[in-house]
């Protein structure tokens, strides 16, 4: 399923957000379908990229965490900017591995405010199928 999925993804030319939620296996699989381990970020990763001011990233990254972990990595001092920037990860597809399975859908963040602040929250989630 994951190769299907990558390889329909990457002849549309799409952007993809790999997050193998800590998973060896999803790692494994990923990188098994055609991905670059050279394209892996961790959390320490996503953070300096973040605070360096974010160089240009290839069209398919894979993060280590979940799509939760990845978005809560995002400054909340300038929640618009921080949207910005994640909607631009999120811009084509998200292949999400969650308990045992590949998810593959869109989506994107819209900043929420609270009593404690502001923070970002993940909408508009739609299944993709091919």
Not at 12 to 39: P, R, T
Not at 88 to 100: H, M, N, Q, R
Request: with cysteine.
């Amino acid at each position: 399923m994951l190769q299907n999925t990558l390889d329909i993804l990457r002849k549309e030319g799409k952007e993809i957000l790999v997050c193998l939620s800590g998973s060896d296996e999803a790692q494994k699989a990923w990188l098994a379908a055609g991905g670059e381990a050279g394209h892996m970020l961790s959390a320490r990763q996503v953070e300096s990229w973040l605070m360096t001011g974010g160089a240009t990233l290839p069209k398919e990254i894979a993060f280590s965490g979940t799509l939760e972990e990845f978005v809560s990595l995002f400054p909340k001092t300038n929640a618009e900017d921080s949207k910005r920037k994640v909607n631009g990860f999120l811009s084509g597809a998200v292949v999400e591995y969650k308990d045992g399975n590949w998810e593959c859908f869109t989506c994107n963040v819209v900043v929420m405010g609270c009593c404690m602040g502001e923070y970002l929250s993940i909408v508009n989630k739609k299944e993709m199928s091919f």
